[in-house]
């Protein structure tokens, strides 16, 4: 069933132009890698399924005839298309929907990409599900996110502080458990990358906890809980999350894995 994510179009619709601005999201590893895994063809309409400021749609557009530019919400779409007339490029067109209910019919796209998003749909599946239905048979998908770690004490840890960062956060999943997601939506020739355990981060250095809660608008004391949470952390957890201390700030590792598969 369609339903609008109204809290995630509260969190998100004021943060477009920070999202844009943001170093991880423009510069990312996993942006490379979508592009290399999915090679981009000039005969390809693509759609970037929660495109936010836009990155990865920006950075398919000139490789491809046609990019749609998806979100829940409707400034992220509105920014995203301005920042491609800026770049002179008129192949983007955009579209506002929940990722669980793309209002395209089926089989009409050639690739479907997610960048870090996933972790914040109702329902992973119903997206995925989606996602295979509006590409044409053999389409190629190249969705990146959050991973999550094997280990449940570190797992909680994760999802607790993204909770706190985000109250839109939903979940995230290893590797195991998006090549299941995968599986169940009908995909084929799966293939997951980096993850926890392969340590992949968009920006080598980490994350700094007071750049990302600023980008989100963490409130103070969900921010405060944040760094008490990592400073606090025993040992192997440290090593495991990559914490470093700063000063005032904390250092750590924000975990992304990539998942292509055909449909
Ligand atoms: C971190 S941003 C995406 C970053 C972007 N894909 C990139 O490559 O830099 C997350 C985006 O997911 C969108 N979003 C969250 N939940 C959604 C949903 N259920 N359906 C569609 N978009 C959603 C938000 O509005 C936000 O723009």
Redesign the pocket.
Known sequence: MCHM?RD??R???P??RD?AL?ES??R?RT?AMLALRVQPRATDAVL??????????LAFAPAVRLVVA????RS?VQQTLGRARDAGLSNLRGVV????CIPFAAECFDVV?????AH???DLGA?LREARRVLRSGGRLAWTDLAAATDPELRALQHRLEVLHDA?HRGTWTPAEWRDALEGAGFREIAIEGGVDERLTELPGGTSAAEWCERSRTPPEAQAEILRLLREARQTTREALGVRDEGDDVRFCLYKLVATARA
């Open positions: 994510t995630t179009v969190q998100f619709g943060l477009a999202y943001s999201h423009a990312g942006l970037d399924v929660a495109t936010g400021g836009g990155h990865t749609a998806h979100d829940v919400s992220m929907s929940p990722a669980e990409t997610c960048r870090t998003a914040h749909f109702d997206a839109t």
